[in-house]
């Protein structure tokens, strides 16, 4: 298990970019696969981008391809999603999660999740 925190989130105008990080805490994080979904009120939980354990390999979801991307940030213990070119449909509580054992694309894959952070896209 890890302690996982977002960060990040907020209003920003389509087209614009924002930036959420996911703080870890635990013993050998650096062997957990760590992804970020999404849900928008309505919605089922979407997947949006994992990263291996050691930094790869790294997957998208369609909707967010070209758009976002994903990294770990080593020094501080944390997982980035960097979001570019943002759509209104991209409005949503995002949720960083991790797994131990497991790299995937659905929300079963991941043991570990965190509060969530909104971010709103306004036309």
């Known amino acids: 298990q890890v302690q996982l925190v977002e960060s990040g989130g907020g209003l920003v105008q389509a087209g614009g970019s924002l930036r959420l990080s996911c703080g870890a805490s635990?013993?050998?994080?650096?062997?957990?696969?760590m992804g970020w979904f999404r849900q928008a009120p309505g919605k089922e939980r979407e997947f949006v981008a994992v990263?291996?354990?050691?930094?790869?390999?790294?997957y998208y979801g369609d909707s967010v391809k070209g758009r976002f991307t994903i990294g770990r940030d080593s020094a501080v213990n944390s997982v980035y999603l960097q979001m570019n070119s943002l759509k209104p449909e991209d409005s949503a509580v995002y949720y960083c999660?991790?797994?131990?054992?497991?790299?995937?694309?659905?929300?079963?894959?991941?043991?570990?999740w965190g509060q969530g952070t909104q971010v709103t896209v306004s036309p």
């Open positions: 999660a991790a797994s131990r054992l497991r790299l995937g694309t659905s929300g079963g894959d991941f043991g570990s």
């Open positions: 635990g013993r050998m994080y650096e062997l957990y696969h």
């Open positions: 990263i291996g354990a050691y930094g790869s390999p790294i």
